[in-house]
């Protein structure tokens, strides 16, 4: 199956940028769609970002729209997350996810693979 290891986390203070990094292997050839999912204590995982890995359309969460961009390492099995203009509400774990779907949205439903996470926190 999809293995996915991210990378990238740190601490920043606000105002900052970070960029995370997925690596995809195991079968990753046949994934549809890759995305960014974050999870502060005691609240539910959110969507961030979706990618899709064939016509490279996006899809962002209103609350990061204009400050973060998922991308993909062209020729690569690679998912970035570049995000700039930090705010406090951004800290959280951070998991790269995957799916074989031929459609999908930032519900975390529509992704059977996940990453281990990376920390982002961020302090004013």
């Known amino acids: 199956q999809v293995l996915l290891v991210e990378s990238g986390g740190g601490s920043v203070q606000a105002g900052g940028s970070l960029r995370l990094s997925c690596v995809a292997s195991r079968y990753s050839d046949s994934i549809k769609f890759m995305g960014w999912f974050r999870q502060a204590p005691g609240k539910e995982r959110e969507g961030v970002a979706l990618?899709?890995?064939?016509?490279?359309?996006?899809l962002y969460a209103d609350s990061v729209k204009g400050r973060f961009t998922i991308s993909r390492l062209n020729g690569q099995n690679t998912v970035y997350l570049q995000m700039n203009n930090l705010k406090l509400e951004d800290t959280a774990m951070y998991y790269c996810a995957a799916t074989y779907k031929y459609y999908s949205t930032l519900r975390t439903t529509d992704f059977s693979y996940w990453g281990q996470g990376t920390q982002v926190t961020v302090s004013s």
């Open positions: 990618l899709d890995m064939y016509n490279f359309t996006t």
